[in-house]
């Protein structure tokens, strides 16, 4: 038996990376996912793995920065599979900058989407965990989210700290309701996040990173797929998470 079955999991920027990693990761595992993202086309692509390996998956457009959207996205788990066990809140965007270049649409896009659209899933899953007597969130933070360094991130690990504090204090609020919490911090990955960076000083600030063997996006599903496989008295509350060679 598969440590998951009978599991339901939604996962947020599923489309790619991270997110794309962990749906298949606790599919393998025997929950229901629900993979969530705004590239519909990529979603097809995931779907269809899924299903290829004998897992049970349903694809849904969000948008998480759409509190309706988000509390949409939960409530389309619950209609189809009747509860919510488990929520991975991995959407998120990087785009790295000094403050000093007053790049203010892509802060408060980084805040919509690492903190916001993460509360308004969160919200959601909340109230249909406590509904059936326990859960588990999962927020991905980064290591900025712990650790401020010059290199162009005082925005972003703004953003990611925020993540970790709001993590914490979940934990606690929700210790009575049986609702586990686990944040993740993984150090470099291959993604397209640093795709995503129109800053060029910012880009070329990653440059030293990049020469090392980072991580995959598999390695961060395997650590949330440790976190939530434990047993119901095990909370594992953060996991860091850096390249064997990264010195930050």
């Known amino acids: 038996m598969a440590k998951l079955d009978g599991k339901v999991a939604v996962i947020t920027g599923a489309s790619s990376g991270i997110g794309e990693a962990t749906a298949e990761a606790l599919a393998a595992e025997g929950a229901a996912v629900?993979?969530?993202?705004r590239r519909e086309e990529r979603l097809a692509g995931l779907v269809e793995r899924i299903e290829g390996g004998g897992g049970r998956v349903l694809a849904a457009v969000c948008d998480v920065t759409d509190e309706s959207q988000a509390h949409g996205l939960i409530q389309k788990a619950?209609?189809?599979?009747?509860?919510?066990?488990?929520?991975?809140?991995?959407?998120?965007?990087m785009l790295l900058s000094n403050v000093g270049?007053?790049?203010?649409?892509?802060?408060?896009r980084m805040f919509d989407v690492n903190v916001m659209g993460l509360l308004y899933t969160t919200d959601a899953a909340i109230e249909a965990m406590k509904r059936r007597?326990?859960?588990?969130?999962?927020?991905?933070?980064?290591?900025?989210?712990?650790?401020v360094t010059r290199d162009s991130s005082g925005v972003y690990a703004g953003s990611k700290h925020a993540v970790v504090a709001i993590?914490?204090?979940?934990r606690q609020e929700l210790l009575e309701d049986n609702i586990r919490v686990t944040v993740i911090e993984p150090g470099a990955v291959e993604t397209e996040l640093a795709t995503h960076i129109t800053d060029e000083d910012a880009r070329e600030s990653?440059?030293?990173?990049?020469?090392?063997?980072?991580?995959q996006a598999e390695d961060i599903a395997n650590a949330v797929t440790y976190a939530v496989t434990q047993p119901e008295r095990v909370s594992v509350n953060e996991i860091l998470i850096r390249p064997t060679q990264q010195p930050v």
Request: glycine share 18%.
């Open 133 to 147: 007597g326990g859960g588990h969130l999962v927020n991905i933070s980064s290591v900025a989210g712990r650790k």
């Open 101 to 108: 270049k007053g790049l203010s649409d892509e802060w408060r």
């Open 78 to 93: 619950v209609d189809e599979f009747g509860r919510i066990d488990i929520l991975v809140n991995n959407a998120g965007v």
């Open 167 to 170: 993590s914490e204090g979940l």
């Open 34 to 37: 629900i993979v969530a993202a």
């Open 206 to 215: 990653l440059g030293g990173l990049l020469h090392l063997e980072i991580l």
